[in-house]
């Protein structure tokens, strides 16, 4: 009888082990209730504002940015009015003067649309994903001839929107804020303008993803592909001193920066949980010359991504409506390929709910192991952790492929395995089984 009672108390501890958590089970769930035909409706709605240059109109109700903004915070406010008033919504805004650089052409207030979905017990701990409000034509001076922007970046505009209608259903511990940014045609204003924000109000950004046009499949190199998306990431901090820049000639982390592990953190979760994707890590911070608004963000020491079509079309971007040899230019809403949209939203919504339920990543790991067999381990306690675990990969490796789940310790060695051979991180692990990041060590012991 007591044996009995045994065998099944360790029958169905091993079930519960086998099977997925709720949270891992409401990913996919989450993944299906993103909209193509809410994302669709809400880039037609945007392009139809005919510009929204940084400097067009702000008075109208039907033209211009200021038409544009005031819908998107009416949007954010109705999603918040359908959860019990879960999102702070406000605008934030910066004064961008003409001695600010060769692309403002006349002095104007670059204004942002932010709401905060709050956390439940780490309302300071924030995960972010934005989208660009703005527009432009083919001169980036020119604010009254028509620009819709439906890819750029009316798609991500509206996957911010739609993310903010299936995550707010839900409750987390740490705080999602979703972003309409101004100003990034002209130099980044927008971005520029809230990193400050984020920085001066002493929020701790888990990770920023930016949204910049993830809606176009069919590519000017012929390739039309509705699975493989980018994702962007610097290779390292760029907040690192000369002697964390020194310290890597010996002991590593070349490519292993705070956005980097984020880019490694999202291409596992689309693995994990969307295997149908292909997520393509891109290893610089942005496209060869060009920019983003995860840049500024980074360049405050935040985690900071770019996530977009992984084939672009430069007829239909940047572009006046026109027809030259042939060619139809621009970037009309036929262009926009909203089921492909509702896939990349929905690779940010998994993102966005992981981390923000996920404990945040261990501070202050540090590793040892030199002139041994063995590669030690050892990291701060982190709150609402009940275990970590430590990642490994070959030093050749773009991607985290060996791991070995520790228990609720704060120290570790792995016995046998030689620490030149590859590198490590150690990730916390939340009571339902959500990983945060990576930590990639930040000092060494012996
Ligand atoms: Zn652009």
């Keep these: 009888m007591k044996n009995g009672f045994l065998l099944l108390l360790f029958i169905s501890m091993f079930s519960t ?35 929204r240059n940084t400097f067009s109109d702000t008075v109208s109700n039907t033209r ?66 934005s989208g660009d409000i703005d527009s432009r034509a083919s001169d980036t001076m020119d604010f009254t001839t028509d620009a819709p922007g439906a890819n750029d970046n009316a798609s991500g505009m509206a996957g911010t929107i739609e993310a903010a209608r299936v995550l707010s259903k839900r409750k987390f511990k740490n705080s999602i804020v979703y972003v309409g940014l101004s100003g990034e045609e002209q130099g980044l204003f927008g971005g520029k303008g809230l990193a400050d924000y984020a ?34 990431s610097e290779p390292t901090d760029p907040t690192e001193t000369e002697r964390q820049r020194n310290g890597r000639r010996f002991y590593g982390g070349e490519v292993d920066g705070i956005s980097r592990q984020l880019a490694r953190y999202i291409h596992k979760s689309v693995k994990t949980y969307m295997p149908e994707m292909k997520p393509m890590m891109v290893y610089r911070l942005d496209r060869f010359g060009r920019g983003g608004h995860h840049r500024p963000f980074a360049d405050l020491g935040f985690p900071g991504i770019r996530i977009m079509e992984a084939h672009e079309n430069y007829t239909q971007q940047h572009q006046d409506i026109r027809t030259e040899n042939g060619v139809n230019y621009g970037d ?41 067999a063995n590669v030690r381990l050892k990291w701060d306690p982190v709150k609402d952790a009940v275990g970590y675990k430590i990642y490994w990969r070959d030093t050749t490796s773009p991607t985290w492929d060996h791991s070995r789940y520790v228990g609720d310790v704060n120290e570790y060695t792995l ?19 959500i990983e945060s990041m990576v930590s990639f060590p930040s000092g060494v012991f012996r």
């Design 17 to 51: 082990a086998q099977l997925p958590s709720a949270h891992q089970q409401d990913l996919y769930k989450i993944i299906d209730e993103v909209s193509a035909d809410r994302i669709e409706n809400d880039v037609k709605k945007l392009a139809g504002f005919g510009t």
């Design 199 to 232: 920085k001066k109000k002493e929020w701790n950004v888990l990770g920023f993803l930016n949204n910049d046009m993830i809606g176009n499949i069919k590519g000017v190199d012929g390739v039309i592909d509705n699975r493989e998306f980018r994702i962007f």
């Design 415 to 433: 016995n046998e395995i030689v620490i030149d051979n590859s590198f490590f991180g150690v990730v916390a692990v939340g009571k339902d089984g």
């Design 332 to 372: 009309v809403v036929e262009h926009v390929n909203f089921p492909y949209a509702r896939k990349l939203t929905a690779v940010n919504a998994i993102n966005l709910a992981q981390l923000a339920w996920a404990p945040i990543r261990p501070q202050n790991v540090k590793i040892g192991g030199i002139v041994e």
């Design 64 to 129: 211009g940015i200021g038409a544009a903004r005031r819908w998107i915070k009416a949007e954010f406010d109705k999603i918040s009015a359908d959860c019990g008033g879960c999102l702070e919504v406000f605008y934030q805004k910066d004064l961008v003067t003409t001695d600010m650089g060769n692309r403002v052409p006349k002095d104007a207030y670059v204004v942002n649309v932010v709401a905060i979905q709050r956390g439940t017990t780490n309302p300071n701990d924030m995960v972010m994903m």
